[in-house]
């Protein structure tokens, strides 16, 4: 059977290389990894090999022709009598040796690297600042949130500028939700490249915790329904990519790391976000000052572009195509001076719901939670116990006394539902004595 995709509406495919010279690889980069993929992947049919380097079976034998030329691959004659059977191949001594040597300079093998130069040119065709979000989808996205009036209308516009967007204000009132809800929002896919090539160095880029893969539709191959589109197999489509850090994020974390053993790079974080959103969740608790981070992001930002380093000391530039998402406690002011906040586009404060959102909130969480919503309870709370704390209502304040209340009638074996008696025992825990 063949995976048949259904391509994502207005993200031009990569164009699939019908030679080798297409590739834009060096001859020799392409030989030696066709010579490890064979030693380390035992191959022996043309087939497989095309699967493997992820090309198409002309480009496939083109390569395999060329090492036979050379003495490094030989024939082994058909696989099975009949006239349509594969020939098979395997590495000659001299082969071998040369996958050996090749394997001492790096452990890369599999799939040919996408040159950096071509990347870039994908990168245009699938910019984030051209995935349009639509008001009735980010309305879909934050569906389960009670958003102040006006955040929506606030939110759109920073989101589909493709522009850096601060979300600030007091703990618990939802910030990191509104980031995944944008998140969510961007509902279509984009094609990821499984590995970079830059100054004959291989960049790992796609990563199954960062990127998800589109589902696909499958049919038989000679089915009436096949695609005419194809795109180049070194990329996978992929829905939107996010990544989202908090108070583990550091410096590092933002460079190239060299792998020792196979020679090879890790991407850094937002490279693999390119595309999508890159959430730097909970600023101002990272080891790092937020000063300099913020620092470290202000040129990409800006200008669109990253510069790198390989181990050599060479630097180079990348797409910096992806929209950070800055999500804080603290006030913006004590955190960056002026020139970091202008660069900041969009600053948006996600405040203490009123007593109205609130009573939103609680109801909405209850029913979340399939517990009756009883409004003598929620009197209780609005008469007795908010004064006490000045009315400082707080979205977070519902899951945590609902899921309280639940905890201490499952321990006690009473049944599930909300007394006045639960939530003052729910509410002992909320706020601490000083």
């Avoid at 996205?141 to 006006?150: I, K, N």
């Avoid at 109801?363 to 006490?388: F, G, M, Q």
């Amino acid at each position: 059977m063949n995976e048949m995709t259904s391509l994502p509406t207005g993200v031009k495919a990569p164009v699939m290389p019908l030679r080798v010279e297409d590739l834009g690889l060096e001859i020799v980069m392409m030989r030696d990894v066709l010579l490890k993929t064979f030693f380390r992947r035992n191959l022996t049919s043309l087939t497989d090999t095309a699967e493997a380097l992820c090309v198409t079976p002309p480009i496939a034998q083109d390569l395999i022709d060329r090492c036979r030329e050379n003495g490094l691959i030989e024939t082994l004659g058909n696989r099975g009598a009949s006239q349509t059977a594969e020939l098979r191949y395997q590495l000659t001594e001299t082969g071998r040796a040369r996958a050996l040597d090749a394997l001492q300079q790096s452990e890369y093998y599999g799939a040919l690297p996408v040159p950096l130069e071509a990347y870039w040119k994908q990168t245009a065709r699938q910019s984030i600042s051209d995935a349009v979000i639509t008001q009735e989808r980010l309305e879909g996205s934050m569906g389960h949130l009670v958003l102040p009036a006006g955040m929506l209308d606030q939110l759109g516009p920073a989101v589909n500028s493709g522009r850096s967007v601060l979300l600030y204000g007091p703990p618990g009132n939802g910030k990191s939700s509104i980031s995944n809800g944008i998140r969510d929002a961007l509902g279509d896919n984009i094609y990821v490249p499984q590995f970079l090539e830059y100054a004959g160095q291989v960049i790992s880029v796609f990563d199954p915790i960062v990127h998800t893969l589109a589902k696909v539709e499958r049919t038989e191959s000679n089915s009436l329904r096949r695609s005419d589109v194809e795109f180049d197999k070194r990329y996978v489509l992929c829905r939107r990519p996010s990544v989202m850090t908090g108070g583990e994020l550091t410096l590092d974390m933002l460079d190239l790391n060299f792998n020792v053993t196979s020679r090879t790079y890790q991407a850094p974080l937002q490279l693999k976000a390119s595309g999508g959103v890159f959430i730097v969740d909970d600023l101002g608790r990272q080891t790092e000052p937020p000063q300099a981070l913020i620092n470290r992001w202000i040129v990409p930002m800006e200008s669109s572009f990253d510069i790198l380093s390989l181990q050599s000391g060479q630097k180079f530039m990348v797409p910096f195509d992806t929209l950070v998402i800055f999500s804080t406690n603290f006030a913006p002011s004590e955190m960056f001076d002026g020139a970091a906040l202008r660069r900041i586009y969009y600053k948006i404060k996600v405040d203490n719901p009123n007593r109205e959102d609130f009573i939103k909130v609680f109801v909405k969480t209850s029913r979340a939670y399939k517990i009756h919503p009883d409004e003598e309870v929620l009197t209780h709370l609005l008469k007795h116990r908010y004064p006490e704390v000045g009315n400082s209502f707080a979205n977070y304040h519902a899951p945590f006394l609902i899921d309280q209340m639940l905890s201490i009638a499952d321990y006690e074996g009473r049944e599930r539902k909300m007394t006045i008696d639960l939530v003052d025992r729910a509410w002992a825990n909320l706020f601490v004595e000083e």
